[in-house]
């Protein structure tokens, strides 16, 4: 039987309703229509679907929905303000940390809760730090050199927006 | 891949929660980090037709030294106990083993307590309870770590009990948590745990049968004076380790005596 969630995705609170074995990632993709957030493995290995929870990095498709009662959401489509790019955003594109593009939303995701508790992460650190996330098209040296590439521009304070 | 339908209810205190456990049946299950139950749910190896949501069970989320002893509470995160100063400061290979458990998205959600109840063979906490006798509470009584353990996915809990603390004796001496696996956020193929108390050395090792192992052997030769590699080579003595597509049985009496070695000689 469908319940009531109240959370906060992106900022905006809001209220439905949801069966038990919805899972996080569904209820983000399909009833809010984000769609940045990708299922990939769906064994929950592969961190596609890293989303920040209060700010901690979990992966929505390993989390009911409901679970999320109370909660403040942030996805890739609300890591920079509308039109603009976040630097790790700015950083994936000019140091080319992707190929097909499909595990990225879960890579900077994930990145962008590292670089929240540690501004200037060592090569080791970002392994350490991403090790929840798969890339299988481009390896994982692009995908370090953006982050190192995001950390200096936030440290510089470097942010701002790109394209849009 | 979607679960099988199930009710679902959110307790906010151990009483709440037993109860709700209590009308859901020998089928409900508790849900607590998640991060182990999900995927059996999805991939359908699991379909419990009840939920109890204990996260929202703030009692159980505490880390309180008592005298000789670290009383753990079942919902602490991985995240919070490996970076909890106090679990450092008097159990720094809990902190050690949290830091290693899963990747850092498992490590948000996971929980402790979670961990006992699940009791994959592979679990990594379980083989510190076991080695240092450490003592799991629930709702109703005390179980002593290594009675806890009966087999593969299978403890003493009855089907509406809760876990509701871990009692860990306090030890600072050297220590070591190595794991040998192929994909860093992985599950242990083996793991090896090494502790020194002023009785001397504990060991424990992970995923070498059903239940974590406290490896006698190894301790004994140490007090008797043995040095690591001499010691290490009894790690394997009278278990018999699963074979799976991970590893051999063989492989895997070989990686007991590796690790322990390795884990003697860098504890610290």
New interface residues.
């Given amino acids: 039987?469908a319940?009531t969630l109240r959370v906060t995705v992106n900022g905006e609170g809001r209220s439905d309703q949801v069966?038990?074995?919805?899972?996080l990632v569904?209820y983000l993709r399909e009833v809010c229509g984000l769609t940045g957030t990708h299922v990939g493995c769906?064994?929950?290995?592969c961190?596609a679907c890293?989303v920040l929870?209060d700010g901690?990095?979990?992966?929505s498709?390993?989390?009911?929905a409901?679970?999320a009662?109370g909660a403040e959401i942030t996805t890739i489509e609300g890591l920079a303000p509308p039109g603009g790019l976040h630097p790790l955003q700015t950083a994936f594109w000019q140091e080319h940390g992707l190929q097909c593009g499909y595990c990225t939303p879960g890579f900077i995701m994930?990145a962008a809760?590292?670089l929240a508790e540690n501004h200037d992460p060592s090569d080791e650190e970002i392994?350490?730090?991403?090790?929840?996330?798969l890339c299988r098209c481009t390896g994982y040296v692009n995908i370090r050199r953006a982050v190192k590439a995001a950390a200096r521009a936030m440290r510089e304070g470097e942010s701002a927006p790109v394209g849009g | 891949m979607i679960p099988a339908a199930f009710e679902y209810s959110r307790a906010t205190s151990v009483k709440q929660a037993v109860a709700q456990l209590g009308a859901a049946g020998p089928e409900g299950k508790v849900i607590a980090g998640g991060q182990s139950l999900l995927p059996l749910m999805r991939l359908r190896l699991s379909q419990p037709t009840y939920l109890v949501d204990v996260n929202g069970v703030r009692e159980l989320d505490y880390i309180h030294p008592d005298g000789q002893f670290l009383r753990v509470g079942a919902m602490s995160r991985h995240v919070t106990l490996a970076r909890s100063e106090v679990v450092r400061a008097q159990l720094p290979l809990l902190a050690e083993m949290a830091s290693q458990v899963g990747d850092a998205q498992v490590r948000t959600r996971g929980t402790l307590g979670g961990v006992f109840a699940h009791a994959d063979a592979a679990g990594d906490y379980p083989t510190l309870a076991v080695m240092l006798d450490a003592t799991v509470v629930t709702d109703r009584r005390r179980i002593p770590a290594r009675e806890f353990f009966q087999h593969l996915f299978t403890t003493a809990l009855e089907s509406d009990e809760l876990v509701c603390e871990v009692v860990f004796p306090i030890a600072r001496g050297p220590h070591r948590y190595l794991k040998f696996r192929r994909r860093l956020y992985d599950w242990a193929i083996v793991g090896a745990a090494v502790q020194q108390l002023d009785s001397g050395w504990r060991v424990g090792l992970t995923h070498m049968g059903p239940t974590p192992v406290r490896a006698t052997g190894v301790e004994e030769r140490l007090s008797a004076g043995a040095a690591p590699p001499e010691a290490c080579a009894a790690a394997a003595d009278g278990l018999e380790p699963p074979s799976d597509v991970r590893a051999s049985a063989a492989y895997r009496r070989h990686l007991a005596q590796v690790l322990t070695r390795r884990a003697l000689e860098q504890a610290a």
Wanted: proline letters at 6%; one cysteine or more.
């Fill in positions: 039987m319940e069966e038990p074995r919805v899972l569904h769906d064994t929950s290995q961190g890293t929870l901690a990095p979990v992966k498709c390993n989390m009911l409901l679970q009662e994930a809760a590292l392994g350490r730090g991403l090790e929840g996330n």
